[in-house]
């Protein structure tokens, strides 16, 4: 079969010239089709170099590794087989002589000849007085012509495997990417392209694997990453739109009276950013299609209330809440805070988690579904198939990040019992996610931000130490001890084991015989059954223990306003934003406050972590540093979002690209919210395919 007549889903098996292995090689990284060699594009490109003798070259390297482009012959070939196989090769231009050396590279094998010509590039370094280049890249010079044809100096470096290399996969791109190219369809129109400056598909695509030079490699890059900006915009949007059209919910307006009556149940008085937020909420609230909103707010921020006036709204208009949190100590929380909240009034509130004993359990499922129990507190046992609500009106999620896409659409569900309506959700979180990647992931979600704290909050001193310090650390602490102050100590694991990680047993062991003895120290972590737990806790927040010594079960929502003391030791070995919610546990309350990390920074990693939790205490900064360090897919569970990763748009670096693509998408949607015109068919078949099933959007075309 000749280029021309291959197209995106010509096998592989079918283009001449590319051989059964290649083809075998390739399947193993998933790609059979023409198309999908296509859309496997380089991760980089490479400067062609500019060629020197093998003497110059010798003469100018030391023991440091450069990257070099030698042409010879090849006199020399020699291999080992076996599980250490290795392969040489020595490369003779005239001038000297150079070492090849390939070790486990079974693709090598049968590629390099005595006696045959071409070029071998790589990194080379001096070896025992020779000249040496590991791995190298080998082109025979009969092919070396082939594949630079039509390439000016970038050469396209592919995600390669150990089976085969990149130079292999260009090869064998150069067979397929002009009849591939050749077949697609653009579905921006043209005259939008213009204004908008964008290359063709189809040069796009060819560019991103041979560009002419760096410019229009840029050019090509810009327009694939906007194509998937745009794609995922219009994604988000029209699902938005059609949750606005398509979903019926209650709607729970506020008047002077309601409003009130709520705000008498919050044991303080609001402030203004809070207020600011409940404003927007009570104005979704009060529409017949559902709210759909993410409120993001530091850690004691004081989200709780917000979401407590939400739920209360619901319960005065006579339906029903829930509330689900991410643990169970976390829920046990919520769960007592609300009850203070409604002592003495008619509500009936319910705590389920996965501990709650079956017969409360079951009672607790047949009161939701009569609708005898009005508000609901629980963990993921609240998402399970059994449970179902006679009208519930306000679903929150807390602590968002812990979620994913799937847990939000769970809970939405709910609402249809006897009614076909679904809740109002609001879904909380403490990791403020950065404008770009809210837009982006949830796009589909109106935002609330929640900025500063309540009055008389003094953030907590923070300070960085190593392990040879935790003495002056504990005596230090022991002072305030004994002045009433009450203290954290997280440790990284449950139980004695060989890592050698400090454990909760013996770090309370440890405390007890020395540094605080005669101290009452408390200790939870995720193993205990609730009732231990829930005894422990409350030993420490009654004030009947200084000390609560525990893991990172601690890090979400746990409220104890007279804990003014943190230690977190192995501190290197969390990540940045549970540093951050850690230390939210403190600076709580009127006292001022101190977390310690005690931590020995072993990577580069680990120092920028400890470097970044030391020089701020500000949610939003940590986020951005946290975004830098570990790539948007980890930070806000991306991976688990379901939705389709990019390719080439990078959020850290394109945001200018997807305001464009955002602005565009929106006005689309507003032109025509299912993509129904005819110039948008091709868009609308490209985005169902990518994004219809993860975002669940229906197919009405
Ligand atoms: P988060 O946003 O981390 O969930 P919380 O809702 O737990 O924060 O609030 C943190 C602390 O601040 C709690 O002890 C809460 O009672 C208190 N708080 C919240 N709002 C106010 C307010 N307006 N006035 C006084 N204290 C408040
Ligand atoms: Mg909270």
Redesign the pocket.
Known sequence: MEAGTVDARTPLTAVTGVGSRAVERLGHLGIRTAGDLVRHLPMRHERRLAERTIAETIAATTEDTVNVRLRGEVARVRTRPGPRALIEATLDDGTATARLVWFNAPWMRGKIHPGERGVAEGRARMRQGYLEIGNARWTQEARAGEVAAGVDDLRPIYPASEEIGSAEIEMVVARVLEGVCAGMEDPLPESYRRERDLMPLAAAWRAMHRPADAEELARARRRLAFDELLLLQLGVMMRRAQLRSRTRAVPLPVDAAIDAHIRSRI?????SE?DRVVAEIAADLGQAHAMNRLLQ?????????VAAYAMLLAVAHGHQAALVAPTEILAEQHHR?LARMLEGSEVSLRLLTGSTPESDRAACVAGLARGSIHLVVGTHALLEGGVAFRSLAVAVV?EQHRFGVRQRAAIRQKGQGETPLIPHTLV?T?TPIPRTLAITLYGDLDLST?RG????RKPAVTRVVDPGKAPEVYSYLRSRLNRGEQAYVVVPAVEESETGLKDVTSHVRFLSEGPFKGLTIASVHGRMDREEREAQMERFRGGGASVLVATTVIEV?V?V?NATLMVVEHAERFGLAQLHQLR?RIG?GEGASLCVFIGEAATPDATERLAAIASSDNGFDIAESDLRLRGPGEVFGARQSGLAPFRVADLSTDADLLRLARADAQGWIDRDPDLRAAESALLRRKLMALHGQALGLADVG
């Open positions: 044991p303080f008085r609001l402030t809070q707010g530091d850690v004691g921020s004081g989200k709780t209330a805070v807390d909380m403490a929640l704290k309540p009055p008389g929502g409220d306003p939210g709580r």
